[in-house]
C-alpha cells in the first residue's frame, strides 16, 4: 500500500527550528525521484500553499517566504524527504503535508508560539 507518512510537527518557540519528515512508504519504484516529492502547509481557512520541492537527483526549490530558513532534502535509502525548519516564527504555524505522484500524507501539525 503507498502513502506518505509525515512526522516530526510540534510546539516550538519563535526563532526555534523543528526537522519535519515524510516516509514515502510503498514506493517501489523511483519514480518520485524524477517528479519529485513536495512539502506543502495550510492554514485553516486558507487554501494549502506550496513550501519546497525536491527531484532527480536533489534539484530544489522553495517558496520565497521560506528560502534560506528551510532546507529539503532526501535519503533515498531510506525513502524519507526532510524539512528542516530553522528561524521560525508564527507565520509559519501550519499543517504541514508532504505530496508525491498525486498522492498526500495526513500531515503533521507546526504550532509555532512563546
Known amino acids: 500500500q503507498v502513502q506518505l507518512v509525515e512526522s516530526g510537527g510540534g510546539l516550538v518557540q519563535p526563532g526555534g527550528s523543528l526537522r519535519l519528515s515524510c516516509l514515502l512508504s510503498?514506493?517501489?519504484?523511483?519514480?518520485?525521484?524524477?517528479?519529485?516529492v513536495s512539502w506543502y502547509r495550510q492554514v485553516p481557512g486558507k487554501e494549502r500553499e506550496w513550501v519546497a520541492q525536491?527531484?532527480?537527483?536533489?534539484?530544489?526549490a522553495y517558496a520565497d517566504d521560506v528560502k534560506g530558513r528551510f532546507t529539503i532534502s532526501r535519503d533515498d535509502a531510506k525513502k524519507v524527504v526532510y524539512l528542516e525548519m530553522n528561524s521560525l516564527n508564527s507565520e509559519d504555524t501550519a499543517l504541514y503535508s508532504c505530496?508525491?505522484?498525486?498522492?498526500w500524507g495526513q500531515g503533521t501539525q507546526v504550532t509555532v508560539s512563546s
Open positions: 505530496g508525491a505522484l498525486g498522492r
Open positions: 510503498g514506493f517501489t519504484d523511483s519514480l518520485y525521484i524524477v517528479k519529485g
Open positions: 525536491i527531484w532527480n537527483a536533489g534539484t530544489t
